[in-house]
């Protein structure tokens, strides 16, 4: 017995390392090439919230806020993670982590979503809707357009909002906490089911 058993617990380390090992990479994804119109000062999209340097892909809205048209600097990009820095606090990196099971997308497809070469041109949306995104801090308002509560709060996940063209959203605040968002003629105008003041 004492023959095969060692070689056997030898053998079972072994495993046990390289699937360890091989958990890490695929931890941290394959690199993806930064696209050439992402180099240099490009800028937020949508706000953002990160919570110890991590913004996770569902969408989260807890931690500090990055407002839209914060000014950042792709550092590099895997199919898992988007690492970036904002300009006003070089040498601070932050990771968009690309959750896939919830976005339904590739790093690559979310990057335009999330960061553009150009700012956001806030002069489209009405008074009323810059003054909600400028303010967001969890808190809705009737009357606000698909456009700009994206803008505002982001992207809901996928895998609970298939489309945009749905009249229902889901946002989560944290793992534990969502909220529905209701629209009639593409505006907001009920939060979980009860409705919404302007």
Request: proline share 4%; with cysteine.
């Amino acid at each position: 017995m004492r023959q095969w058993f060692k070689p056997l617990t030898v053998l079972i380390i072994a495993i046990a390392a390289a699937t360890a090992f091989s958990g890490c990479g695929r931890a941290a994804g394959v690199k993806v090439e930064v696209p050439k119109q992402m180099s240099g000062t490009v800028y937020t999209q949508t706000a953002m919230w990160e919570d110890k340097g991590k913004i996770n892909g569902i969408n989260y809205s807890v931690g500090r806020k990055i407002p839209v048209n914060t000014a950042v600097k792709i550092i590099s990009m895997s199919s898992k993670e988007i690492t970036f820095e904002e300009v006003a606090h070089p040498g601070i990196q932050l990771t968009y982590i690309n959750v896939n099971k919830y976005t339904m997308r590739k790093t690559e497809e979310l990057l335009p979503l999330y960061f553009g070469a150009k700012k956001v041109n806030l002069s489209k949306f009405t008074k009323n809707e810059q003054t909600f995104i400028n303010d967001f801090a969890g808190f809705y308002k009737a009357g606000i357009s698909k456009e700009a509560l994206i803008v505002a709060r982001g992207y809901p996940p996928k895998h609970a909002t298939a489309s945009l063209e749905y009249d229902t959203w889901k946002y989560w605040r944290n793992k534990w906490v969502y909220k529905t968002i209701s629209f009639k003629d593409k505006k907001t105008y009920m939060l979980n089911g009860n409705p919404l003041e302007k």
